[in-house]
């Protein structure tokens, strides 16, 4: 009579166990499916970000976010002197993202591969 409690108990944990891994590979397959589409999704924002940095370059003279310093200047050459260094480095700061997801876009693929 003893027996029969410890090996029903037996069962118990061994069925719980086969739940317990059935629930990780779920879990890994979900993941792993996620995964797959991120190296996409920052590839073609890199893609995306290029023409960007031009934009931000182009128009980066009359972008001006955060403090407004550049608007309170009274000099006009000083003015535009300085916008055009802003936009010039507005367009740097954007140019580093297409560099940036199309690597990790790489990476990713390569790990989920």
């Not at 410890?6 to 590979?25: K, P, S, T, W």
């Not at 996409?40 to 960007?52: A, C, K, Q, Y």
Request: net charge negative.
């Amino acid at each position: 009579m003893d027996t029969q409690p410890a090996q029903h108990q037996g069962e118990i944990q061994f069925h719980n166990y086969l739940v317990d891994c059935i629930r990780f590979d779920i879990m890994n397959e979900r993941k792993e499916e996620r995964m797959k589409h991120l190296p996409r999704v920052l590839f073609w924002t890199g893609i995306v970000s290029i023409p960007l940095s031009w934009l931000m370059w182009y128009f980066g003279p009359e972008i001006e976010i955060g403090r407004q310093v550049i608007s309170n200047i009274d000099d006009p050459t000083l003015r535009t002197v300085l916008m055009e260094a802003h936009a010039e480095r507005w367009g740097i700061f954007v140019g580093l993202w297409p560099v940036t997801l199309l690597v990790l876009s790489y990476i990713l693929e390569k790990k989920t591969k």
